[in-house]
């Protein structure tokens, strides 16, 4: 069967998101670039990019859409008990181009979307305060963390990674407590996976989402929220 699909142009505007494919599950556009501009006009809009080696740019908005509620999360007693027992170490804006750069380099070889122009895309967003990123040290080595990119009162995660155990938990963790004690209320994960559910994430259909997004884009958080900083005691230092 033909799949007729929009391509974009130089100018930054993407089709609504309710004329995404069912199948496959949310695929908008194709086409366009990178430019900060761009993808801030796709994240405030329910959008986001993902492809693969040797396919042209391909933007998404699938339905449903994995979400956690920050104020609601709660990590599992075992996680608590192995952080008491660990103490690791949890910052964020600290060192956000090492962490895209794991997301991208310890994901299994099938899953080859953070490609260097995705790299590079997200690290400019970085140097303009728009992407973020939670780091989790152990003896003053980075061994997990996360990323993603601010849109109000919403956080749009796109990666994390873990070299040690638990690590990406952590952040997750740690984020999901400082983001809503500085008025964060909803951190968007995209696509729902067993991962992503066997730590408390829920789904919402893409109408619900895009309704959330319309007034928490609209939102301030605290300044200081995406400060450099520490979530947790620094030992090191």
Not at 74 to 87: H, M, W
Not at 169 to 198: P, R, T
Request: aromatic share 12%; proline share 5%; hydrophobic share 35%.
């Amino acid at each position: 069967m033909a799949i007729y699909l929009t391509e974009l142009d130089n100018d930054c505007w993407f089709p609504a998101p309710k004329e995404a494919l069912a199948d496959p599950n949310g695929l908008l556009a194709f086409g366009g670039d990178l430019s900060p501009t761009r993808l801030r006009f796709a994240y405030q809009n329910g959008i986001f990019p993902w492809y693969g080696p040797g396919e042209p740019i391909l933007w998404w908005s699938p339905s449903p859409r994995a979400v956690f509620d920050p104020k609601t999360f709660k990590p599992a007693k075992s996680l608590q008990k192995f952080q008491r027992k660990n103490q690791y170490q949890v910052s964020i804006n600290h060192a956000t181009d090492k962490v895209i750069d794991l997301c991208a380099s310890l994901r299994p070889e099938e899953e080859t979307w953070i490609n260097d122009d995705m790299r590079a895309a997200y690290k400019q967003l970085a140097r303009l305060g728009h992407c973020h990123s939670v780091e989790v040290w152990q003896h003053g080595q980075l061994i997990g963390g996360l990323y993603g990119v601010s849109v109000g009162a919403l956080f749009c995660g796109e990666s994390m990674f873990s070299i040690e155990t638990n690590a990406s938990k952590i952040a997750l963790w740690h984020f999901c407590e400082h983001f809503y004690a500085h008025g964060g209320q909803l951190i968007d994960c995209q696509v729902m996976n067993s991962h992503l559910e066997s730590l408390g994430a829920q789904e919402l259909n893409r109408d619900d989402f895009l309704e959330s997004l319309l007034s928490l884009k609209k939102l301030n958080i605290k300044e200081n929220c995406y400060n450099s900083q520490w979530l947790t005691p620094n030992n090191e230092e």
